[in-house]
T-cell receptor, first 114, second 111 residues
Framework: DGGITQSPKYLFRKEGQNVTLSCEQNLNHDAMYWYRQDPGQGLRLIYYSQIVNDFQKGDIAEGYSVSREKKESFPLTVTSAQKNPTAFYLC?????????????FGPGTRLTVT | AQSVTQLGSHVSVSEGALVLLRCNYSSSVPPYLFWYVQYPNQGLQLLLKYTTGATLVKGINGFEAEFKKSETSFHLTKPSAHMSDAAEYFCASWGSNMLTFGGGTRLMVKP
């Protein structure tokens, strides 16, 4: 079955440590996205990538970094510079070139930093 | 810049009652609009979408939404709520290579 995989489901880190969240898709989608979700708030875009080796900042990119070395993979690193990293992180993908622009979401990773 | 506003962060209905979740958008071009549902600790699942054509869009689980350009609205409805509809619902608009989401509405269904 095609889909988006995010691992792990739950992640715990100590303050000051960098942590990398995994996102893999086998949908052959061109574009991939990272969102952050906080309680009672909508989704906020962190980074997105439309093609391999290229990515753009979203609304809240500070304290985060990404890479897109393969079409299937778009890992997100939460650095120690991110002041409030505890949140639910969602990865999504979509096929460029379609008029629908429907995004498919992974199951999410809940990051807790103490 | 696009924006999406969902009126009411929490909506409570009785089982069997009408569900109405409100969404208004701002866009300088014809929008592509979406409704997603999220169950606790899960990702988002697409309920329905409007791109072009018929303004009344039917989705999964008995939900539908009507695109009203004159009102810049895309409200989500379901004639009869079921306990399993309890979740958070997000309206979104596509533009500038990204989705812009509303703040979400948590739907509670009372027995």
């Amino acid at each position: 079955d095609g889909g988006i995989t995010q691992s792990p489901k739950y992640l715990f880190r100590k303050e000051g440590q960098n942590v990398t969240l995994s996102c893999e898709q086998n949908l052959n989608h061109d574009a991939m996205y990272w969102y952050r979700q906080d309680p009672g708030q909508g989704l906020r875009l962190i980074y997105y990538s439309q093609i391999v080796n290229d990515f753009q900042k979203g609304d809240i990119a500070e304290g985060y970094s990404v890479s897109r070395e393969k079409k299937e993979s778009f890992p997100l690193t939460v650095t120690s510079a991110q002041k409030n990293p505890t949140a639910f992180y969602l990865c999504a993908s979509t096929t460029d070139g379609t008029i629908t622009y429907e995004q498919y979401f992974g199951p999410g990773t809940r990051l807790t930093v103490t | 810049a696009q924006s999406v506003t969902q009126l009411g962060s929490h909506v409570s209905v009785s089982e069997g009652a009408l569900v109405l979740l409100r969404c208004n958008y701002s866009s300088s071009v014809p929008p592509y609009l979406f409704w997603y549902v999220q169950y606790p600790n899960q990702g988002l699942q697409l309920l329905l979408k409007y791109t072009t054509g018929a303004t009344l869009v039917k989705g999964i689980n008995g939900f539908e939404a009507e695109f009203k350009k004159s009102e810049t609205s895309f409200h989500l409805t379901k004639p009869s709520a079921h306990m399993s509809d309890a979740a958070e619902y997000f309206c979104a608009s596509w533009g500038s290579n990204m989705l812009t989401f509303g703040g979400g509405t948590r739907l509670m269904v009372k027995p």
